[in-house]
């Protein structure tokens, strides 16, 4: 029974030239942009996170980078180096 009511639907339809039509291929064009252009922006937030990441953890470690050890030890000061 299906299969009949899915003949008498599709009797008079020619697949091909749905699949050449401007329509379809504008449509089907505009899809695979969208999904290149969602790409395209999934791998920015992806490297924008991977920067802020980094910029966090420098921020962190700045004053053990470059403002020195906060204490002096006591071998320093007898070899008189400060």
């Known amino acids: 029974m299906d299969n009949q009511i899915f003949k008498k639907c599709f009797q008079n339809c020619d697949c091909r030239k749905i699949f ?3 329509i379809f291929r504008g449509v089907s064009g505009g899809i695979l ?5 969602l790409l395209v922006f999934k791998f920015g937030m992806m490297a924008g996170e991977r ?3 980094f910029s966090y ?5 700045y ?3 470059f403002a020195g050890p906060k204490t002096v ?4 000061l007898a070899t008189g180096f400060f």
Do not use: F, P
């Open 20 to 22: 050449q039509s401007k």
């Open 33 to 37: 942009a969208l999904i290149v252009l």
């Open 51 to 53: 920067q802020a990441g």
């Open 57 to 61: 953890r420098w921020g962190d470690n």
């Open 63 to 65: 004053n053990r980078n």
């Open 73 to 76: 030890s006591t071998a320093l």
